[in-house]
């Protein structure tokens, strides 16, 4: 294996990270931070400078969108003088190709605040738990295995660059990586060959825009498939029902899923960071919810074509509840493989250790935003 593991290790070029360096430049500072944006990708931003122990002092919105109302720590932009001398973090996250929309921001913020520090943590992959160097080498003959075990050379290369991604920090590293998968899946190969099965599964709906797109390319590819969209955010679940109404090949259910039927509580956030929560410690958006397992889904709705899986973390859990339905029917599965720092050994093991299966595994990472990672496994 010592061979084998020089095979992946020589194409791995980074071994510190720039984020370890900009949340180092941060706590020597001593100065106030403050995020300029108030979206999801700021709320991401927000909570992992906690997991550091850093406190954002304040938030900057546009003159437009400021509520006098809002909270204290909540100034309007032209008020950003006041705060020169401090470090603020841009808090946006931008389309490929719309790369001057973040320089606007940058120079609004100069114009209100010359002497201020800007950090663009959009250029970094903003993880506490991230896959380190160190990680890699003590679990190399795994990452070996995953990398063995890929079904072609554009998979092999992107695991490569995945990792020193993340090893890095520079999400840039992805950008050449690709470019041509627009959507937020790579359909093509997910129905390079669709067989009979009529059924798609999506865990993890949001607010519907992936079920939507999906729908709209498999009638362009004239693939008469329903979708089993499953969200249990009741804000994210109501939205998608007001935007598929005139889309009747999308089925919404209320629900979330999980390796058996049960309920489980639930950190409902309204966004696309809704998840469920793996301790007993509830929080002021945790409430139970509903699961059920894909195998009892299915049981309910019929053979499954294709399963797309981006549930924050327990994507392995889920996987665990499909091993009847896979020994039935073998749907391709569509998987996130970047929320933890393992899930690049455990679920492509996962698909490796079927006995009686055989899955060809593809790695792809999704372009349609600057730098940002939705590397996912296929197993087709």
């Known amino acids: 294996m010592e061979k084998l593991s020089s095979e992946l290790l020589k194409n791995i070029n980074y071994s510190t990270n720039l984020i370890y360096e900009n949340i180092s ?54 008020s950003l003088g006041k705060y020169s001398d401090s470090i603020l973090i841009i808090g946006f996250e931008t389309l490929i190709g719309k790369e001057a929309f973040l320089r606007n921001k940058t ?7 010359p002497g201020i520090e800007i950090l663009d943590f959009e250029h970094c992959y903003i993880n506490y738990d991230f896959i380190s160097y160190k990680y890699i080498l003590d679990n190399i003959d ?18 490569v660059e995945y990792l020193n991604t993340c090893i890095s920090g520079r999400s840039e590293l992805l950008g050449l990586l690709n470019q041509d998968c627009v959507h ?32 709209d390319y498999l009638a362009s590819a004239d693939l008469n498939m329903t979708i089993l969209a499953l969200e249990p955010d009741s804000h994210n679940f109501n939205t998608m029902c007001d935007k598929i109404t005139k889309k009747p090949k999308i089925k919404p259910l209320p629900f979330g ?64 509840g499909a091993l009847n339905t896979i020994e039935k029917n073998m749907p391709r599965f569509a998987v996130r493989v970047y929320h933890k720092k393992d899930d690049l050994i455990t679920i492509p093991q996962y698909f490796i250790d079927l006995k009686s299966k055989k899955y060809n595994l593809y790695l792809r990472n999704s372009q349609n935003t600057r730098g940002h990672l939705d590397l996912t496994l296929y197993a087709i």
């Open 25 to 78: 430049r941060i706590i020597k500072s001593n100065k106030s931070i403050g995020v300029y944006g108030n979206g999801v990708y700021a709320k991401y931003i927000v909570n992992n400078l906690k997991k550091w122990s850093i406190d954002v002092d304040y938030y900057v919105v546009d003159d437009e969108y400021y509520n006098e109302s809002a909270d204290s720590n909540v100034i309007k932009l032209s």
């Open 107 to 113: 120079a609004k913020v100069l114009f209100y605040a």
């Open 142 to 159: 795994a990452f070996q295995q995953t990398y063995n075990a890929l079904s072609d050379v554009l998979s092999r290369r992107v695991m």
């Open 184 to 215: 937020d899946y790579d359909y093509d190969l997910l129905f390079s060959n669709p067989g009979n099965n009529k059924l798609v599964l999506e865990c993890g709906a949001f607010d519907g825009k992936t079920a939507i797109e999906l729908d």
């Open 257 to 320: 899923v999980a390796s058996k039927d049960g309920v489980l509580l639930f950190d409902q956030q309204g966004d696309s960071g809704s998840t469920i929560v793996q301790n007993a410690v509830s929080g002021k958006n945790t409430i139970q919810i509903p699961v059920k397992s894909i195998d009892s889904i299915m049981e309910e709705y019929g053979s499954v074509n294709s399963v797309l899986m981006d549930i924050e973390g327990s994507e392995l859990d889920v996987l665990n």
